[in-house]
């Protein structure tokens, strides 16, 4: 579930706002048979002009934001200016209104606003106080009712005189949005200490609806929570920063309909375990250190609308009464320890639009119920140990929109679906068996389908995707099937925008079409481990943005294509084990290939010198600057939180493996199982950032250059199965990183080398070699035999912060999604936003401002 996380947390939380207090709308005003008093509109303009005009000050404004004092002119009646309203025998201004009104400008102790002491709402939120403190003279409004500062830019702590405040109903002081709290670069700039709080819990008695989102609270003791006034009906306490245990009897306020407690991750707690009842509509408790069972009880909630538990610590089974909830329109219980099955009376919940349970370990099979859910948009069960065949109702429900099943045990066929409102649908990592469905085709709006990682064969249909509308990250990956047929023509015309085309390890034959036309944008091309032959296209070249070129593991029966230095962006070049011959000869480009920085043509036949010329250009394997980060060679959507990282077929330390993230650190070069001749040239001892050098399988004569001991960087090496004569330089004893050497079956003579990484390699490193002798082998050396001076001290590098590519790195690509042998791909598709986050997150306040920053759609397919 990768690809989902900005979904979820925009999901989960601004569905729950609806509580919110608001203030009813003052921007009309009375019948004003008053005038306003002198003082008052004075007082009035004196406070407009601190400030300037910003509209950016408003910009989080999610309804509509216009300066209201622009309105303000002396010569009207102050009671008709906009967002003020005056009490109507005393001509007094009673209420203040002045929410997105584009103030920007400090709000100092001073201002001429405490002059308007008969203030029974003020409501100052969503403009730029540039970070002002708040002043104690807010407690001076002793006839204020509903007081809203939040997302104004305060900061500092909140005043204990905010608690004198003893009439007031409604407690705003939320310094963050929803979407600022659930970035991580938010800080807190507000503070709320013990006393004041205290001081709020003991005089605010009429309170109902109290809001400290994104307030520090850090230093205050949750108990005191148990002093909440019983008159309270909606309590926000997002991204607090609360540490401790929140007492359980503030869930039985009597009022209560609204609670949230959503990212705190350092309060833990329990829901309470009998008689719980209350009028509770909206519950949030995800993102805290909760823990425990979800009690039966929780089927006396009957009001409940909206129930949040994602990213705690509860476990146990899902009570069966969860299914009386008959209000129940989102249930996220994803990322806790819940076990057991899922209750088939949760099919009963007509009103339940998103239902989420990934990430827990449910068993069992989903429940058949023809009438499951009639109202259900979403529905994420991914990442559990369900197994069973899918009920039909998925297939055919009329208003699913998304569909995960990914990770758990499901079997039998992927049913063809009878709607075509379905916009994500993941099946990854189960044991569906059989054909793709082709009723794929009819779904118009789809924007995610991953079925990878199945037992899925047959025929690859093209023309399934080809009916697919407006696909234009883009990412085309159906790797790691057994899928048959050839690559359409079409191809081509595809390839402008395609940015990968992955087709690895299928079984599609035939030729590569030559229709890649100019304006190709393919940055990665992987054809790996197919049946392909017959010529290799020229029309490749003109993909001028290509980064990865993997063809290898086909039956491609060409000479070395020469064209391929038109690629000036070429990093990654594999034609391992195809049908290649000939000459190389020399490049005709001397600045050709300078970005080339893993070049793999074993496994051909290829003979001939080694290509020299080409070797000298590859600049991306000199003097490549490492710096700290490890990087990965990849695209990214960052609106969309998603990247796609390229991947590449290796002969890594004689292993051949799958890199499913390429480091942009990771140089090598093989030119093995071929038939090159003559010797090794001195010049490749200036690639010195290379880490892996396979030579072997060649027919290559002469000593082995000293030269190769200015590889610092490498950690293979491997000459075996050559006609290599002379000595092994002692210069090779410095290069400390180095874990696999093999110089088996040549005619080296004399001393092996001792020290450092030589006492790792054992004898097969040397085997076949008559003249060799020394530690490992049991030859000793003769005394005539010239000794190997002692080893230089002068070594490299040791220290662990140098980056080795090791073990570590490739089982860390395996986290990432590969098991050997096991069938996984993805096309990934990249267009607008996909349409169900905007149709299911509409009824929730705040999400309009979401849903308008939010650009950029990433259409992911996955077969
Ligand atoms: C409005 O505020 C933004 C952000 O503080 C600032 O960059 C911009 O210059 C301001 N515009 C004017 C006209 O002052
Ligand atoms: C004054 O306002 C109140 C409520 O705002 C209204 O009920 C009352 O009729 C008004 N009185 C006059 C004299 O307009
Ligand atoms: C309650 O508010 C009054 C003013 O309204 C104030 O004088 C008093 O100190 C407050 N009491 C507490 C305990 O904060
Ligand atoms: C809250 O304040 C404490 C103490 O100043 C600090 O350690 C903590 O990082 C703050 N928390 C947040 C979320 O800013
Ligand atoms: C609740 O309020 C009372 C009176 O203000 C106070 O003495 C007590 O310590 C508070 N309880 C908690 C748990 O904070
Ligand atoms: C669903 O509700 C109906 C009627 O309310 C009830 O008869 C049935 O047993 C319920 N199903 C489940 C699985 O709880
Ligand atoms: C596809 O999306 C469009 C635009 O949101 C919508 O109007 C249309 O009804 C959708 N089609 C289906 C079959 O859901
Ligand atoms: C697909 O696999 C099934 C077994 O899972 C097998 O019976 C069937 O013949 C296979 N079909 C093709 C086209 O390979
Ligand atoms: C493709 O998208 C564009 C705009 O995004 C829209 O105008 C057009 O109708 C769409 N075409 C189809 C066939 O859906
Ligand atoms: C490669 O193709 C040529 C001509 O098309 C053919 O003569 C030759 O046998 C092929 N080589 C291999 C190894 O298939
Ligand atoms: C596939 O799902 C199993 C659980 O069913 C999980 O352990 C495994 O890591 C998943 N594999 C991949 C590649 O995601």
New binding site residues.
Partial sequence: MRYLPIFYQLLFFPLFLSYQATLPSSSSSSSATQLCSHDQSAALIQFKALFSINKTASKHCEIRSYPKTNSWRESIDCCLWDGVNCDNITGQVISLDLSCSWLSGTLPSSSSLFLLSHLQRLDLSVNDFKKSKISSKFGLFSSLTHLDLSRSWFSGRVPYEISYLSKLVSLDLSSASAIDLISQS???VL?LEQSTLNGIFRNLTEVRDISFDGI?M??VDPNSFMNLSYSLTSVSLT?C?LRGTFPENSFNLPKIKYLTLFNNPSLSGQLPNSNWSSPLEDLVVSGTSFSGELPESIGNLKSLRGLGLIRSNFLGSIPRSLGNLSHLGFLFLSYNNFSGKIPSSLTNLTQLRILALNFNRLEGCIPDNPNAFPNLGFLDLSDNLLSGTTPSWLYTHPSLNVLDLGNNQFIGHIKEFQQSVLDYINFKNNTFQGTIPRSISKLVNLTFLDLSSNSLNGTISWDIFSKLQNLTLVILDLSHNNLSGIIPQCIGSFSKSLSSLNLKMNKLHGIIPPTFARGCGLKNLNLNSNHLEGPLTRSISNCKDLEVLDLGNNKINDTFPHWIVALSELQVLVLHSNKFQGWIGASKNPQSLSKLRIIDLSQNNFFGPLPISFIKNFKGMMNLDEGKAVRYMEERDNAYDYSYDYSVALVVKGLEIELVKILTVLTTTDLSGNNFEGEIPRVIGELNSLRGLNLSHNNLVGHVPPSLGNLSQLEWLDLSSNKLDGQIPRELVDLTFLSFFNVSNNQLVGPIPQGKQFNTFENDSYEGNKGLCGLPLSIACSSNEPRQPPPSMNSHNEDGSKFEFGWEVVLIGYGFGFIFGVAMGYVAFRARKPKWFVTLVEGGHSSKQIVGERKGRTNILRL
Avoid: M, Q, V
């Fill in positions: 938010f800080e807190s503070k520090n850090s230093s991204g920063d």
